[in-house]
């Protein structure tokens, strides 16, 4: 094996380091830009094809700008981790166990926001 094999990314480490570009830009971005913000050495066809697969996700947008696309987030942070949320839970058939698991698992600060927030009906 390589040494480059050996040290393979984690998965999705690519993808968040791209999402967390985007985000600091807070404008739309070309793959080259990201590339330059990234500054880890990455080949823009690299950038292009995980943009190109976020966009296929619906994480990111685009439009068209000159020959190519620029990109942006269609949510922040946290409404993605909200978004991953709502894929676990819908992949189970059971969600009423799903969720008991989860408030089960919950620290008494964190049960005592979901509660404030269901109560106050806050989104």
Same mark, same amino acid.
């Given at each position: 094996?390589?040494?480059?094999?050996?040290?393979? #990314?984690?998965? %999705?480490?690519?993808?968040?380091?791209?999402?967390?570009?985007?985000?600091?830009? %807070?404008?739309? #971005?070309?793959p080259s830009q990201v590339q330059l913000s990234l500054g880890t050495g990455l080949a823009r066809t690299t950038v292009t094809t995980i943009l190109s697969r976020l966009h296929e996700k619906g994480i990111v947008d685009r439009r068209r700008q000159g020959r190519g696309y620029v990109y942006f987030p269609v949510q922040d942070a946290h409404?993605?981790?909200? #978004? #991953?949320m709502h894929t676990e839970l819908n992949r189970d058939t059971d969600r009423h166990t799903v969720l008991a698991r989860f408030v089960a698992q919950l620290s008494e600060d964190d049960e005592r926001v979901l509660r404030d927030l269901l109560e106050s009906g806050e989104q």
């Open positions: 094996m390589t040494e480059a094999k050996d040290e393979r #990314r984690p998965a %999705g480490e690519l993808e968040a380091s791209v999402m967390a570009a985007l985000w600091a830009a %807070g404008a739309p #971005r070309t409404g993605l981790t909200a #978004r #991953r």
